[in-house]
C-alpha cells in the first residue's frame, strides 16, 4: 500500500491535475487552497518555495492575483511521485 503523499506534495499534484502546466493555464493560489480546503497564504508560501526550487513559475494577473503553473522540471517531479 502507497504512504499517503506529504502535503506540499499534494499542493504540486493539484496544480498538476488542474492542468496548469503553461502560463496560459496557471491559476491561482486561492483556487488551489479552495480544492485543498486550506488557507491561501499557507498554500502561495508552499508554491513560491516550489518556483525557488525550480519547480514552478509565476506571475501576478491584471487583477493583481499571483498565478503559479508547473514548469517541465515541476512536471516531471509530479509524475516521479506516481513510481
Do not use: W
Not at 6 to 16: E, N, W
Not at 22 to 41: C, H, I, M, T, Y
Request: charged content about 30%; hydrophobic content about 35%.
Amino acid at each position: 500500500m502507497r504512504e499517503e503523499l506529504p502535503f506540499p506534495d499534494k499542493v504540486l499534484q493539484t496544480l498538476h491535475n488542474l492542468c496548469a502546466t503553461a502560463a496560459d493555464l496557471a491559476r491561482r493560489g486561492e483556487e488551489v487552497a479552495r480544492l485543498l480546503q486550506k488557507d491561501s497564504f499557507e498554500i502561495e508560501s508552499i508554491l513560491d518555495h516550489y518556483k525557488s526550487e525550480g519547480f514552478a513559475e509565476s506571475f501576478t494577473d491584471s487583477e493583481g492575483k499571483k498565478r503559479y503553473y508547473l514548469n517541465g522540471r515541476g512536471i516531471i517531479k509530479v509524475c516521479s511521485l506516481f513510481t
